[in-house]
């Protein structure tokens, strides 16, 4: 996946495509089935949730998981759509894996869930006809959805509590330091403005192998989150 540097923020018309293709998908019926994760879910949490929390999103990234793939059964011609809306659509021919690209602005990619150890990690979205990238990692996103009111649009994002717990998990897995680096920042950022009941909650629901993650991440980064 690409970055920007660092020191590069999202531009308006970054931020003017994302909202042309929340409302696609809103067109075709697709967002209901969708939660938007990654680094443009805290676009949604300054706008829409949070009422002093500034982001700063720095990733051409947007990154969409796909709840359930076998719902729903009718399909979603979003190939031929986004082709007719500026996006350029390029296919893995090791992975299959599809992602759609505007211009140097923006690349929207698909996630699926990986349960079992003998799930496939990339497999096939049967509603959009392309196959999505499968990490295990995002699993614990999707069972604390937040849904909300943003604009004409209802948009699912994970929880702003689970959001940091699930960046604390994955940072020593991130092979480039930018990366790592970056989500760090992100976490110290939020931590302020979220519920901390709520956190601990879900903390304590994760499995011990999860918490113990967490908190190697946090004593390693001086980062209290309890």
């Known amino acids: 996946m690409e970055q920007i540097s660092l ?10 495509v994302l909202w042309d293709l929340i409302d696609i998908f809103d067109k075709q019926g697709l967002l209901p089935y969708v939660m938007l994760i990654g680094s443009w879910s805290e676009l949604i949490y300054d706008k829409y949730y949070f009422s002093d929390y500034v982001s700063q999103i720095r990733t051409r990234d947007i990154d969409f998981l796909y709840k359930n793939l076998y719902k729903p059964k009718t399909k979603f011609d979003i190939i031929s759509i986004l082709k007719e809306k500026g996006f350029h659509c390029e296919t893995s021919r090791l992975s299959g894996v599809t992602k759609f690209m505007m211009e140097d602005l923006l690349t929207v990619e698909f996630l699926i869930r990986v349960l079992g150890k003998g ?37 699912t994002v994970p ?17 480039k330091i930018e990366k790592r680096e970056k989500d760090l920042e992100s976490i110290r950022r939020l931590l302020p403005h979220i519920n901390k009941e709520r956190l601990q909650e879900i903390y304590h629901m994760l499995t011990v192998k999860q918490r113990k993650a967490v908190d190697a991440t946090c004593k390693a980064q001086y980062i209290d989150i309890l």
């Open 7 to 16: 020191n590069t923020y999202i531009t308006k018309e970054q931020e003017i």
């Open 119 to 155: 799930d496939p990690q990339h497999r096939e979205i049967p509603s959009l006809g392309i196959v999505g990238i499968g990490l295990r990692d995002i699993n614990m996103l999707e069972q604390y959805p937040l849904v909300l009111k943003c604009g004409d649009y209802m948009i």
């Open 159 to 175: 929880e702003p509590e689970i959001y940091i717990l699930q960046k604390l998990i994955i940072n020593p897995k991130r092979l």
